[in-house]
């Protein structure tokens, strides 16, 4: 590859079916995506603090000073109302289309370029990306994405721009968000297959090593600068705070029995609770090299290919490793965050390596085949996630109905149905997060009583308990509104 804007495939989908993977996404976006958890307090901080609450809670998270920005993003798209979360995450999707487009253009085109921006899209398996929560990290696989665009024509030859792009993206990432860490640190091994089998590599190197160093030595400065922010952070504002609560969970990450157990963690979370992720992964990978693997005329080489796209993808939880606390290596939505954006990388990679070999471009048929397949995924998402932004409505509609002409100083809700105050459906104290963003700032609490059985499906792989029993309850300022939440006709229904 001797030019970095060198496009191997010319045949390519329409135009307008690339912006329609695009429109289809921004549509369910707006349908589904809507304020579940701590997006409702950072919509009322910004409401209250302006841009400034930026600094301010940066104070808290020295280490990702810029963690706040996307959520601000979010804040000004939507004029302080709910809808700027859907605003924020359709733009988001939009982004990671068109940057992974480009990012790959030197390496791919054609229909292998349009499935390999719309899986940066759609991240296949991660529900975050349809929650506002995850602003940041949406954020961060945009820049990734960045980053590998560089790497890709750094990899072709030195430039200082692209040199400075890649810096500048590696340090803006961790200064956001840095769970994405450990599939920057695989990139510099990843670009060891840009160089593709088939005619075009004979006579080369068998590994393009030197190529490689140039990537591992532009994302080693961008950490470095990261590294020396971190040094002088610390020096100068010490390391509490909750980052240091993490850190301090790492500590048993240095004992064999606790690495071990962090790995068989990551690994449950990441394919045993979502127990469809593995095998979605896997058809995935091979519907896009299989037509490399029946091109390829040597068996050794078959056997290569095939062997190593099995390893890559069952080595992808070992990127979730970045979250070192327990809670977190425990949480789906985070585990899944850098496992899929690990697939999309490897997609890329491997693909790249198989470009040139003669048979092994994917049809229109099978790539049709594929982004349909990354559609209905996203479909999926996005009505579990609007089942829960329907909830949330209809709670919250109900109960400023029964506040209105009341005007308590708190008001606590009893559930029993048994199904509030899991992480999305107004875990505490959210429910009095979205009343103060609807206009009635006032505290809100939910409780289960004694006889309830409590169904919490989400909240029950953390640590933590969702919901109080109501006899134990924290007192609350009154007077206080006593609610219900009962079943009335398979819907939640909320009476004083």
Known sequence: MQQADTVPFTRRPPLLIEIGVV????LLCALAVRPLLEEWALLNAFQTFGLSYIPMFASSIPMRPLHLVPAALYWLLGNGQPMGVAAGTALMFALR??????AVTPLLGGHERWIVASLAAVLVAWPGAWMGRYSAAQATAVLV????GACIRLYARWQWRWMLVCVGGVFALLCVYQALALCLLALPLLALLWRPLGPASEGAPALPVREAVRVAVS????????????FVVTRNLGS???EAGLAGDAARLLTVNG?????VQAYTTGFGNGSQVLPVLLLLGAAMLAPAVIALKQQRQRILLTLLTLVLILALPLCSMIYVSEAHIRDVDRVLFPLTTGFVLVCISLLAWVREIPGARVGRPVASAIVAVLLVSALLSAVEVRRYAVIQRSVLKQTISAIQNRK??????????????????????????????RGFPIPASICTPVPVDRFHPVARRFPFEATPRCDKAPAMAAPTLVLTAGWNNGKIEIRP
């Open 219 to 230: 994302l080693t400065i961008g950490a470095l600068a990261y590294g020396i922010y971190a």
């Open 240 to 242: 509490g705070g909750y």
């Open 23 to 26: 429109f289809v996404l921004v």
């Open 259 to 263: 690495l071990s157990s962090h790995i």
């Open 408 to 437: 308590p100083a708190s008001v606590l809700l009893v559930d029993t149905t048994g199904s509030l105050g899991d992480v999305y459906t107004f875990l505490n104290p959210t429910l009095g997060d979205a009343l103060a963003n």
């Open 145 to 148: 994405f960045v980053i590998l």
């Open 97 to 102: 289309y068109l940057v992974a487009r480009w």
